[in-house]
């Protein structure tokens, strides 16, 4: 681990950037925002709605930008409320306060109006539905909510068929779907990810990013602009651990921590959300040799007018004011369709052959794609997000790096982005077991205690540091060890692999826990009994070792055995103080504490024997 550690301390980068000095408007490039939602209970839509909002809001020339939102549960409440919401803002800014309370009232309303459509949906098996949203088609709200016809971002919504027949493939699919639809939109050369709760902290952002792409002194091979994720509801004590600071902050001017370090490198991997990234590096451009695939409809699919984008740039001026023809959605159905994937290279590696073919397959066909092939040569191609991994974004990155893609990492003073952390120990240890080990894994960043210098350069407290160093040994025992299990066991072909959204619902209650800076253990005992089991053990040990010392008076050879056990009860007095101290609902239940108990004995009986007999 720490030789996997050490180059990410040798050329630490700091970025900073000069929007003032872009081009004027009318010469910055098109920017398409993909939000993604998945599930309406674990996501609200109000939440999402907030996203959406801020999307459209950026800095940034409004027929230069498009916003599309992917419902992979289908929701209609979803789809209501996001059809009712593009006016609410626009009319008086002094009253915008009173506006968003009554948007935040009607939002609710209307997912309580139909509880019986959010019951009856089946978010795995719904045909798709794409509708493009444009204020200047609403001409009823236009009179009353926007007189002076304000002009406002380009919006669709889109929900992907999905069939119980047919793999989904979680977010990397819907991605794709995504990726697909607004090519034969808008087809920005841009594109901005976003998951549902990440929201525009700073309209600046875009600008921000743009000053690398336009940037001429930067290297072609810029794919993608990395901002950390960072969020609004961190409390002061952080019991969960869910900043990470040592990934995502620059502590002072030293900047001694993983993502500005890999900066130096080749550039930090894809983080999920908060990223611009460049179109064309998703269609599989080699920047060192080029790729093309031995059958364009093969790779990319069938459809004519997705083939036809890949040589056109930027149709979003295009859009502006004009209703969509019956024939371009009908095509953008076709997209989004669960067949239409079947037998392509989508999530996957093409095969590769001579531009001289290529070139006679598509004269044959009529369609004018030579300047497409100044770019496209020989070489394997990967199309889209990779779908052999519930991290779709690290698996995505290291093929994107492979083909010769790096990053930049952008880190400025204020958030660009804020999103919602886990403010429960259920949802924190359920994210944790298909997200944080890979990742850790990958940059050799450990699973257990980390330096307390690194932890204070990087913004934290004695406390804060304690707190991070309980979470990451509560993490080893449960949702990494789990994730494991989970990851050999879809190896094997036992279970497929599955993704569960982080509820960014929450409760009440448990937020209550979390600003108390207490934890809730109200999680499955598939988390739970590991680490009562574990703390069980070593207290055990810490207790039975003392009374040996005691009487055996050999404090020598115990003294280490005796500071490690201690370390460890003292990092997990939280748990034991949920075991035999707190009487509320956030408490660990007495059944698994008895369970846990057994087990232990069980574990300390078989050592018993293995070292003393």
Known sequence: MWVLKEPFFWFPVTRSVCPERLPKDPDLPGIDVFVCTADLEKEPTFGVMNTVISAMAL??????????????????ATLMVEENQNMDFIEDRRSIKEKYEAFKQRVQRKCRVEPENVAKRNAKNHPALIQVI??????????????????????????REKRLSHRHNFKAGAINVLLRVSSIMSNSPYILVLDCDMYCNDSTSARQAMCFYVDPRTPSSLGWVQYPQKFHNISETDIYDSQIRTIWTAPNHMFQVYWPGIDGLQGPIISGTNFYIRREALYGFDIHDGSVPKDMGGCFGSSNEFLKSLNQNDKSDAMKGREPSPALLKEAH????????????????????????ITQLYLVKNLEIMPFLDWIRLGPLQVGFR???VAEDVMTSIQLQNLGWRSFYLNPTRPQFLGTAPTD?????????????PLCFFYGIALYPKGIYEH????????TWMNEQRVWMIKGASCAMVGALDCVMAKLGLKEASFIPTNKAGSEDKTKYYQMGKYDFRTSNMFLVPIVSMVSVNLACLVGGIIRVIIAHNWETSLAHAGLSFYAVVMSFPVIEGMF??????????????ISSAIALVFLSIGYFIFLH
Request: proline share 5%; aromatic share 8%; charged share 20%.
């Open 59 to 76: 800095d940034y020339p409004v027929e230069k930008l498009s916003v599309y939102l992917s419902d992979d549960g289908g929701a209609s």
């Open 134 to 159: 444009n204020a200047n088609s609403i001409e009823d709200d236009v009179a009353i909510s926007n007189p002076e016809h304000v002009e406002m971002p380009h919006l669709v919504y889109v929900a």
């Open 334 to 357: 076709f997209l989004a369709s669960c067949t239409y994937e079947k037998g392509t290279k989508w999530g996957d590696k093409a095969s590769a052959i001579s531009t001289h073919l």
């Open 387 to 389: 779908y052999d991994s």
């Open 425 to 437: 120990l259920n949802e924190l240890l359920v994210q944790g077991t298909s997200i944080i080990p």
């Open 456 to 463: 204070y350069i990087s913004g934290g407290s004695i406390r």
């Open 581 to 594: 101290l707190r009487k509320d609902d956030g408490r660990v239940p007495l059944s698994t504490t008895i």
